[in-house]
């Protein structure tokens, strides 16, 4: 069995990057987390409603990939380029030593959005091997 985080900007980019992966992984026997760096929050706009459908949303797809752990950053949404790398970094380090995973995927470094840009980054700083040695690949 392997460990394996996928670490998501946002809620669906698992399954748009990696999710037939995922998938395989959870049918292997693999144990499966699954990381999200952002939410939604009424300080961008968002309802309640919207929000409370969001969280049951996330549920429901932790539960279909079978994942053993949830974790939100909690991060405000389109809103990471306005904080310090070193915060995101710090929280992303916390949880992924928690999780101790052996398999990390990460979003594409030049995705035009630019969360996914500070959360490649601050997860390839991470995955030092030589400050997680739990990290393969």
């Known amino acids: 069995m392997k460990k394996v985080l996928v670490i998501a900007p946002?809620?669906?980019?698992?399954?748009?990057?990696?999710?037939?992966?995922?998938?395989?992984?959870?049918l292997e026997g693999d144990e499966v987390h699954w990381m999200v760096a952002t939410e939604m929050s009424q300080v961008d706009g968002f309802s309640e409603k919207k929000i409370n459908d969001r969280d049951e949303?996330?549920?429901?797809?932790?539960?279909?990939?079978?994942?053993?752990?949830?974790?939100?950053?909690?991060?405000?949404?389109?809103?990471?380029?306005?904080?310090?790398?070193?915060?995101?970094?710090?929280?992303?380090?916390?949880e992924i030593n928690i999780i101790n995973p052996e398999i990390i995927y990460i979003p594409y470094r030049n995705d035009a959005h630019s969360d996914h840009?500070?959360?490649?980054?601050?997860a390839i700083s991470c995955a030092k091997t030589f400050r997680q040695p739990f990290i393969k690949r």
């Open 10 to 26: 946002h809620p669906d980019d698992e399954t748009l990057g990696c999710g037939g992966t995922l998938l395989r992984h959870s």
């Open 57 to 94: 949303e996330i549920k429901s797809v932790a539960k279909a990939y079978q994942f053993k752990s949830v974790v939100s950053l909690g991060f405000l949404t389109t809103r990471l380029d306005d904080l310090p790398i070193l915060d995101v970094i710090e929280a992303m380090r916390q």
């Open 117 to 122: 840009a500070i959360v490649f980054d601050a």
